[in-house]
């Protein structure tokens, strides 16, 4: 893995409180709490409280999702990449298995050609 690989690697595993959307969602669910409760404002004001609390959550928790599937993308592809492709050989036991099947069952004989 390139040393820019890394770092984007580690921009994108970053704890959460370390981001900024974080912090967004932290004033978001700070300032709905204080709408949702009433103090600051009437009824509809705490509907639009418990709204913007709700939203600013889906939001991070969607926005988080994104970038560690863009990590696990990023890990997997250099996983792969380091993997050689390996050739798979029946077992003994298997090899036996085909052999007794086609004993069994013979392949059917081609149909002359009518030219």
């Known amino acids: 893995m390139s ?4 770092d984007q690697l580690a921009e994108l595993l970053r704890k959460g409180k370390y ?3 974080f912090w967004l969602m932290f004033a978001a669910q700070v300032v709905g709490g204080l709408l949702a409760s009433g103090i600051l404002t ?9 709204a913007a609390m709700v939203l600013g959550a889906m939001g991070y928790t969607f926005n988080r999702s994104l970038l560690k599937g863009k990590a696990i993308d990023l890990i997997g592809a250099e996983a792969a990449a380091e993997r050689a492709p390996v050739a798979l050989e029946p077992s003994p036991d298997v090899k036996l298995m085909i052999e007794a099947f086609k004993e069994r069952f013979p392949a059917p004989a081609e149909a002359p050609s009518s030219e």
Do not use: L, R
């Open 19 to 21: 981001t900024t959307e």
């Open 3 to 6: 040393d820019a690989q890394k």
């Open 42 to 50: 009437d009824q509809w004001g705490q509907i639009a409280g418990i």
